[in-house]
Nanobody, 119 residues
Framework: QVQLVESGGGLVQAGGSLRLSCAVS????????MGWYRQAPGKQREMVAE???????NYASSVKGRFNISRDNAKNTVYLQMSGLKPEDTGVYYC?????????????WGQGTQVTVSS
């Protein structure tokens, strides 16, 4: 069974930095995209950043230039380095991983980690 363990959330002042990690276990042969979404109170979950297995990254416009996604394929881990944090970055951050078995595509979510940015 695929499991995602997230860490690194917390409380930080505006302008500060945090690094999120998401480690994947469960015997998946190879992962496709790995990424991060977030959900603020009363809002829908939105994409923050995703990275393909080839290393191509896609960012939400609101975080470009401030956040950096990276992955360690040997460790099946994806990271999100967040800098220049703003109060509007507050929310629960969820890791997502995608993989393919023959022609079937799968994905699963982490449990979420809270990020709170104070003004």
């Amino acid at each position: 069974q695929v499991q995602l363990v997230e860490s690194g959330g917390g409380l930080v002042q505006a302008g500060g930095s945090l690094r999120l990690s998401c480690a994947v276990s469960g015997g998946i042969g190879g992962l496709d995209a790995m990424g991060w979404y977030r959900q603020a109170p009363g809002k829908q979950r939105e994409m923050v950043a995703e990275m393909t297995d080839g290393g191509a990254a896609n960012y939400a416009s609101s975080v470009k230039g401030r956040f950096n996604i990276s992955r360690d394929n040997a460790k099946n881990t994806v990271y999100l380095q967040m800098s220049g944090l703003k109060p509007e970055d507050t929310g629960v951050y969820y890791c997502i991983v995608r993989w393919t078995v023959t022609i079937a595509e799968y994905s699963t979510w982490g449990q979420g980690t809270q990020v709170t940015v104070s003004s």
